[in-house]
């Protein structure tokens, strides 16, 4: 059932202080019909994405030796002591939690399927264990601070591990970029058709700058080696750039600045734990097992950022140390290289140890890259990225004025939200903006056709706006809600559907009184006389907004004064373009 992938004689070399094992769980193809109508009669449980990465990894051989979610005494002396119970150095933790569950039984199967239920996998359970929360962090990353993303993911995992031997039907299935996902076997068989006896890998999760195009370059001539470009593409830390784009980036350096017969890119599935030095190790052990006799450790090396109280986690260069320190028992020899910053009266990168005395240097920092460049819409210099990078770059982050936005009107029926929101409306698209506008009256005629005035109804009414608005503002649309939306806690939704960063709650402070000397529709004289009731202001809540980035007072002002108010925020917030 388990076939064990043979490994060329040059990869046994790499691979021989480490045990040489490569493991392939896969079962042969014309076992699969048996074995799925069997798992089918098995309970089930739904893998986590971190948990499906984690299973492609083992099933493909990338976290070989091991072979299974970790069992108890691995686990154990994993997060204690970087081993395995066999003592082979193996630095994280790669376990199945689960929350208990009603037919679990040690020898038991069980089928692992992903989100949709498609079946990838039967366990045969060996062990059920409990883990400890705060011990595991504390140890494998150095803290318990929930501003470190896998110590705060964590504490959603369930009580439970569960291990036992797999027998995988399918690797979860990827449609984008179907030829640079290659597994262990396959890449270790490109590598060695590229005839080099060293192999460079090079981490990343995120777009390449020139600084990483010298580095890898420099790292790669210095063992004249093959550069594997191996870029993670399962999780990485919340906030990075997507993927896709990513992987655009790498596609276009490679084929315009590295010569194609001396790099390699491959995608990367793992789900990174972004715990620093240990992390590091294991990103070493991975892509020795991926055929790479060297990788690239360079400052910060899998870093999560800062803890909260704005300090790094790990030193910046914690991780080359551990690295090193382990480099010969697992084979892998690590290139080491401290920040490279670019030296403009010179033309040239180099290492920030190596700068001539009082030598002008020129840097841009990620944060800088998205808040000085790509939002303001200006072009990433050429000395610092390269121009089909840029581009692309540019394309997935467009400029503030070009993002999406929301603005949700909220107050009494009469208060002015539909007169200011249309005046609202013509100014911004005298801006050169798309607006959509939805208002609370004209979505019950089609959208919420049928809702009444219910809490109910009314919840579903806002959601449904609130939705609307999330497509549209993800689509880097501007949408103009206007709805009475009297509850706090279903605006807080939206706030959250639409995102906390993209929501502009304009709170339209008209007195009652006002409200009902206006009367516009006549319905503050019905509510008064009983003729409808639930009617917000009088016999229904209103409940106003607590921290609403806009409040317009319709007294003392016009309806063009206070879109004029509005169209001024969202040019300070860069959303529009001042001066038209
Ligand atoms: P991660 O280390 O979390 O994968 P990156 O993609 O930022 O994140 O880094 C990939 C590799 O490149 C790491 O080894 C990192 O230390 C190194 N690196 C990133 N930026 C620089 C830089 N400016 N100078 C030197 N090394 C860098
Ligand atoms: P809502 O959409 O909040 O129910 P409407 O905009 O439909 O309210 O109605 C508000 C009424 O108040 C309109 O008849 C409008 O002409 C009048 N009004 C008077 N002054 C103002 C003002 N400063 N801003 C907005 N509307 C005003």
Known sequence: MMNTIVPTETQARLIEPYGGRLVDLLVAPEEHDALRAHA????????SDRALCDLELLATGAFSPLERFMGRADYERVVAEMRLADGTLFPIPVTLPVER???????REIALRDSKNNLLAVMTVEEIYTWERAAAAQQVFGTQDPAHPLVAEMTRWGSLNLSGPLRVLALPRHYDF???RLTPAQTRARLAAAGRTNVVAFQTRNPLHRAHEELTKRAAESVDGTLLLHPVVGLTKPGDVDHFTRVRSYKALLNNYYDGDRALLALLPLAMRLAGPREALWHAIIRRNFGANYLIVGRDHAGPGNDSTGRPFYGPYDAQELAQQHSAEIGVGVLT???????????????STRIPNGAQVASISGTQVRSDYLNRGRQLPDWFTRPEVADILSESYPPRHRQGVCLWFTGLSGAGKSTTAEVLTILLLEHGRQVTVLDGDVVRTHLSKGLGFSKEDRD????????????????????VCAAVSPYRATREDV?????????VEIFVDTPIEVCEDRDVKGMYAKARRGEI????????????????EITLDTVAFTPEENAQRIVAYLVEHGYARGGK
Not at 40 to 45: A, E, G, M, Q, R
Not at 101 to 107: E, Q
Not at 495 to 503: D, I, L, P
Not at 533 to 548: H, L, Q, R, S, W
Request: net charge negative.
């Open 460 to 479: 579903v009414n806002i959601r449904r706006i609130g939705f609307v608005a999330a497509e549209l503002v993800r689509h880097g649309g501007i949408a």
């Open 495 to 503: 706030r959250a559907m639409v995102g906390k960063e993209r929501f």
């Open 533 to 548: 009731t639930g009617f917000t202001g009088i016999d229904d809540p209103y409940e106003a907004p607590v921290n609403p």
């Open 178 to 180: 179907a030829d640079l």
């Open 40 to 47: 089918n009669t098995l309970p089930s449980i739904q893998l």
């Open 337 to 351: 290289f401290s920040e490279m910053v670019y030296l403009p009266d010179e033309g040239r990168y180099e290492e």
């Open 101 to 107: 569950i009603d037919d679990l039984h040690y020898d």
